[in-house]
């Protein structure tokens, strides 16, 4: 049974470039949730996916933007890339149909320079 | 708005001494409650859960944690600390309602275990 799935594990963008990182829930999850995790800090959360469409999300700006696949899979998109925005993206899997446990992938560090 | 405390940022124990990491939050109803364990350059493991019932939760390997509502806080234990658990573990709060599915966690504690 394939867990999470992230990609790329690393990734290396210069400030102003956009960029895209990959999800692929738990098998049988239809749930998918993006966290952002800096250096020494606990992850915080950015938003979550439902039937495709953004559920909830939190206090993030709007560069950050997502999109949920009919397959359930997941992007996540940051425009205009600050120095800031360098961390460990991960992205979390779970059933809708209650509060359940998410299931986390192994992330994707991304070094904007 | 919810919020997670975990009020030590690194503790040091020795191998087969028991372990107990705080965690204390804040949230007007019944939370659910989770500790994860990260690796270095890892993911998130669950390790146990609370969401209803029995306030004393069993977990993953030898993991457990007591819910106390009296006092905020839901602290992780383990009788016997192995070398294999020095990680960070973050204590999570999730709620309902509006802010459905939202986790929202803690600092988290670095556990160091020496020989």
């Known amino acids: 049974d394939a867990g999470v799935t992230q990609s790329p594990t690393h990734l290396i963008k210069t400030r102003g470039q956009q960029v895209t990182l990959r999800c692929s829930p738990k098998?049988?999850?239809?749930?998918v949730s993006w966290y952002q995790q800096a250096l020494g800090q606990g992850p915080q959360f950015i938003f979550q996916y439902y039937e495709e469409e953004e559920r909830q999300r939190g206090n993030f700006p709007d560069r950050f933007s997502g999109h949920q696949f009919p397959n359930y899979s997941s992007e996540l998109n940051v425009n205009a890339l600050l120095l800031g925005d360098s961390a460990l993206y991960l992205c979390?899997?779970?059933?809708?149909?209650?509060?359940?446990?998410?299931?986390f992938g192994p992330g994707t560090r991304l070094t904007v320079t | 708005a919810q919020s997670v405390t975990q009020p030590d940022i690194h503790i040091t124990v020795s191998e087969g001494a028991s372990l107990e990491l705080r965690c204390n939050y804040s949230?007007?109803?019944?939370?659910?409650l989770f500790w994860y364990v990260q690796s270095p350059g890892q993911g998130l493991q669950l390790l146990l859960k609370?969401?209803?019932?029995?306030?004393l939760v069993q977990g993953i390997k030898g993991f457990e944690a007591e819910f106390k509502r009296s006092q905020s806080s839901f602290n992780l234990r383990k009788p016997s600390v192995h070398w294999s658990d020095a990680a960070e573990y973050f204590c999570?709060?999730?709620?309902?309602?509006?802010?459905?599915?939202?986790?929202?966690f803690g600092q988290g504690t670095i556990l160091t275990v020496h020989p």
């Open positions: 979390a899997s779970s059933l809708a149909g209650g509060f359940t446990e998410q299931y």
């Open positions: 949230y007007g109803a019944t939370p659910y």
């Open positions: 609370y969401f209803s019932g029995d306030t």
């Open positions: 098998s049988g999850h239809d749930t």
């Open positions: 999570a709060v999730g709620a309902g309602g509006t802010s459905y599915g939202k986790l929202t």
